[in-house]
């Protein structure tokens, strides 16, 4: 009876041993895990920064790329052609307004097309067959309202300009098709993307650290939570005995209590 009751204080000491052990141990982990999730909440708000620093300074680049005196020149060559073109088939338009019968004829059988549309349109009882004829036959005087232009055009230099046009409308098409790679090997932008580069990689390193002082610190707290329990079992189990015992003189001895 004695001998088990010693045992039973031993047990006693080694859980309280066992428990502060594990108390230092889960502190550490709960001070590991709260400066990993303080250092990578900072990395995220680091690359957000960085992102934003990026997209400010690709816009930055766009705005300098079109500023450029390539890129301006392309558009002013754009406008001037295309209002050339313009002028002289407007001209070609107004003669072959006075002169040429097919073209009155195309015109005024646009126009009734177009008139049709509308009228079809407003109807409460919509036809998608019949709204597509109309369009198609739009289209069609359209076009040889086009050709009698084009016929005209021939003739004053205007097929001429609208070569131009249409030429100066694709150089201005190739610059910006290739707005994408200036943009981005600028200097500006090669910068911020690097940097941008670096603070994701430490954030990421920063969540690999964070991950496992977050398994870490949930692993101690459970075995915490499982020594605790052991250790209030054990004191329930003590404290279930007599207060004391007869000695072999016949003495009565109380048990410490914890």
């Not at 019949?130 to 003739?155: D, F, G, H, I, P």
């Not at 090997?185 to 990421?204: C, G, I, T």
Request: aromatic share 12%; net charge neutral.
């Amino acid at each position: 009876m004695i001998k088990s009751i010693y045992w039973s204080v031993a047990i006693v000491y080694a859980t309280v041993a066992a428990a502060g052990a594990w108390a230092q141990d889960t502190s550490g982990s709960a001070a590991s895990f709260g400066s990993s999730l303080e250092a990578y909440s900072q990395s995220q708000r680091a690359h957000a920064v960085a992102i934003a620093n990026l997209a400010k300074a690709r816009e930055k680049a766009l705005v300098a790329y079109r500023q450029s005196d390539e890129y301006q020149q392309a558009l002013r060559a754009v406008d001037e052609t295309y209002a050339a073109y313009e002028k002289a088939r407007a001209a070609a338009s107004g003669d072959l307004s006075k002169k040429d019968p097919k073209y009155l004829e195309a015109q005024g059988k646009r126009d009734a097309a177009q008139r049709a549309i509308e009228q079809a349109r407003a109807s409460e009882v919509r036809d998608s067959a019949y709204l597509s004829q109309l369009y198609n036959e739009k289209a069609k005087w359209a076009n040889e309202m086009k050709r009698c232009e084009n016929n005209v055009l021939e003739t004053t230099g205007g097929v001429a300009l609208e070569r131009r046009w249409r030429e100066a409308t694709k150089t201005l098409q190739k610059l910006e098709a290739q707005k994408e790679d200036a943009v981005e090997n600028s200097p500006e932008v090669l910068a911020a993307r690097q940097k941008e580069e670096a603070v994701r990689a430490q954030m990421n390193q920063l969540a690999i650290q964070y991950a496992g002082n977050r398994a870490q610190y949930l692993e101690s707290a459970y075995q915490q939570q499982r020594e605790d329990w052991y250790r209030e079992q054990q004191y329930n189990w003590i404290r279930s005995y007599p207060p004391g015992y007869y000695d072999d003189d016949g003495g009565y001895r109380y048990y410490r209590r914890y």
